[in-house]
Structures are given as C-alpha cells and as structure tokens.
C-alpha cells in the first residue's frame, strides 16, 4: 500500500461514515450527507475491477443510501485518470469547495501545552475531553446534532473534543481522533467576534497534547484549497502539504 492510500485509509477510519463498505481497496460511505468525505466512495487502491464498473457500484449503493453518487479522488492519481475516462466530473459546485489539501505535522511542531490534573488536558482556557462539553456542538456541527453528525463525531477508540472555554462560553471548538500514530484533527472553529486573538494555536497546542498521550506522533488534516487563513495557521505549527483530493460526480448527477 503506497504512502497516500494508507493515509488516507486511515483519515477514512477516524472519521467514520454510518455505512462504510468495501469495493476492493475503495470505501463506499455514506452518513445522510454529512460532509463529503462521509459520503463520497473513497477511491484509494484498487476497487478489484475495471474502474467504470465500480462506478456503477458507487452510484448503486448512493442511490441505495439516499446521497449523490460522489467519488473522493486523490489528484494526479490512477484512479483520478480512470474516473475522468468514464465520464465522471469534478464537483465544482461542491459546498465545502471541490479541492482540499491534506496536510501532516509532526505534534513536536505544535506549541507544548500546559497540563491540568484529571482527565482533561489543557492550555489557558482549552481543554480536551472523552464526550462533548456544552457548548461544543454549536460550533461544530449544530446545537442539536442528527444522528449520522453523532455517529461521524463521536466514534472512535479514541476521540477528543477540544473547546476554548471563557465565562461560560465555548469559544473555539475542534475534534481529534487518534488511529494508531496518527492525530486526526477537524471541525475546528472559533467565533467570529474571537477569531485573531491566537484561540485556534492555543486549541490545537491542547489537542496535540491529549494526542500525544495517546501515542499519536504526527497530524493529518484535510482543508479547503480557498481557507488560506487555515492553510496558514497549519503551516506555521509545522504541517506542510502532503496531497490533495477532490470530489468527482457523474455528468447526470
């Protein structure tokens, strides 16, 4: 397995569709439309037949599951050639954009949080915990999360939310999910009327700690090609660009 597919394959495991189905090395997933990543057939690998055939197995079990046929593809890959051959095209009315870098960091670039006694960790006002603090919904998903938004967030061995918390309001938010060596991180957000007072460093400092007990010692994360603030934010804490992907549909989708 090629250094790309396995990362993804394990982005894919961290954040968990509610059906995930094998095509060969592909992933069918679908979370009643929750994100693209939780809805698009991850197309790493080899799917174990010619490429047009398991699209028609992607649009069969989308259709199944009420969601767009969506094909999650690594750029510039054999599977990107294949799925443009058959007709397929790139989603750019995407909502979250149709291209994303993925990016990984060794934690040791992360700033070296403060520890708090408990179960928590914690830096300054952020914290990261086992189950979501009041508050954190909000920010992350909605204040009152469906099932699939349940079922995305909150599986896991080991999941962690994290949130900046100050006179009784949640600030910032942020979920990190650990698989294997690898600190998954995502959903993270800070309020408008906080943004530029260093709320995202302080938080992702926190959740590189909590990963690191954990056994986590590098980060991946996916961000829009268009969220240059992000983009930049990860680079400065030592992530760097690893690969992109982008979302493919059927020219009759």
């Known amino acids: 397995m090629d250094d790309v597919t396995a990362l993804e394959q394990r982005c894919a495991d961290a ?4 059906v995930d189905e094998p095509l060969g090395q592909w992933r069918l997933r679908a979370a009643a ?8 057939a991850l197309t790493t690998g080899d ?21 767009a046929p969506t094909a999650h593809v690594v750029v510039g890959s054999r599977s990107e050639a294949g799925v443009e051959a ?21 934690l040791s670039g992360f700033a070296t949080p403060k520890r708090s006694p408990g179960p928590t960790s914690g830096h300054d006002g952020a914290h990261v915990t086992d189950v979501p603090p009041p508050g954190w919904w909000e920010l992350a998903a909605q204040p009152n999360p ?24 949640v600030l910032a938010a942020v979920r990190g999910a650990v698989v294997g060596d690898l600190l ?5 957000a800070v309020r408008p009327g906080a943004r530029r ?3 995202a460093r302080e938080l992702m400092g926190a959740l590189a700690d909590w990963g690191r007990r ?16 992000a983009i930049s934010l990860y680079e400065s804490l030592g992530c760097a660009e690893h690969h992109r992907y982008r979302y493919w549909v059927a020219n009759h989708a």
């Open 15 to 18: 954040w968990p569709a509610l």
């Open 146 to 169: 469906t099932r699939a938004q349940r079922h995305v967030l909150t599986t896991g061995d080991a999941v962690g939310f994290g949130a900046v918390t100050r006179d009784g309001a």
């Open 214 to 229: 954990r056994g986590a010692t590098r980060c991946a994360l996916q961000v829009a090609e268009h969220n240059a603030a």
């Open 86 to 106: 058959a007709g397929w095209r790139v989603d750019e009315d995407h909502p979250g954009g149709a291209e994303s870098l993925v990016m990984t960091g060794p």
């Open 47 to 67: 799917p174990g037949l010619p490429v047009d055939e398991a699209l028609a197995r992607v649009t069969g079990f989308a259709r199944e599951n009420s969601i």
């Open 184 to 188: 998954h991180v995502a959903r993270l």
């Open 197 to 199: 007072g260093g709320l």
């Open 33 to 40: 439309g929750f994100t693209g990543r939780a809805n698009s």
